[in-house]
């Protein structure tokens, strides 16, 4: 992972409600030979007796169920908005061009779960995702019996208690303010979801990063 302290996200709560906003993860493993796997899968958080666990359901006539089988060990990362941010836009662009974005990447080993622990799970599952809507007929309660026989034996469901959590928040916090500024006035001008959303998280961090002395000028960072 990309290791420096200005592109760390500090508070636990913004990390896990990004996780909760970005559910849809990419979670990869290996074959003890060392063959990777790797699927995409939306995964629930929880968290019992200050512990935090993702869940989710897999295909069970897969590579990857296979290799979680045999090796338990996962990482899933969670990814948010991206965008290209040129050099031209720093008050120095005599240096490379680079790519703002955001990633959560959590560790841990697979458990399976047992048949009740999955129906409880792929209740929770559809709830969440039809927003509480219990009249909802993709709800799991309102699905076919027949649907649920054929079905549910294809899949598993898993819990990953979580043994180390990072992330990388790259959102230019180490430009001067008025390369900052600029970046963002451009992402704003270019327009487009994932541009727009990232220069919505700088406006965010903006005060933080510049704070306004009694003279009226904000801090700098050094270019």
């Known amino acids: ?3 420096f302290s200005f592109f760390k ?12 906003e970005n559910p849809f993860a990419f979670m990869t493993g290996s074959f003890l030979s060392g063959n990777q796997v790797a699927t995409q ?55 490379g061009s680079t790519w703002n974005y955001m990633s959560v990447h959590i560790s841990g080993k697979v458990i399976f779960m047992s048949n009740d622990e999955l129906i409880a799970f792929m209740r929770k599952l559809t709830l969440k ?20 026989k054929n079905m549910m034996p294809a899949i598993v469901g898993f819990e990953i ?10 959102l230019s916090q180490n430009r001067d303010e008025k ?7 451009k992402l704003e001008a270019l327009g487009g979801n994932n541009t727009l959303l990232i220069a919505q998280e700088m406006r965010k961090r ?8 009694v003279e009226g000028d904000g801090s700098k960072f050094d270019s």
Request: net charge negative.
């Open 1 to 3: 992972m990309y290791d």
């Open 9 to 20: 996200e500090k508070d636990k709560q913004s990390i896990l409600n990004f996780i909760e």
């Open 41 to 95: 899968i939306p995964v629930l958080l929880a968290e019992r007796n200050g512990k935090l666990f993702l869940q989710g359901h897999i295909m069970r006539k897969t590579d990857h169920y296979k290799a979680f089988v045999e090796n338990p060990n996962a990482l899933l990362v969670f990814t948010g908005p991206s965008c290209y941010v040129s050099a031209s836009w720093y008050s120095n662009p005599q240096m």
């Open 129 to 148: 995702f039809e927003q509480g809507n219990t009249q909802s007929l993709t709800f799991y309660d309102n699905l076919p019996d027949q649907f649920l």
């Open 161 to 170: 208690e979580v043994e180390k959590i990072e992330n990388v928040f790259k």
């Open 179 to 185: 390369s900052y500024n600029n970046i963002i006035s």
């Open 206 to 213: 903006k005060a933080e990063l510049f704070p306004i002395n």
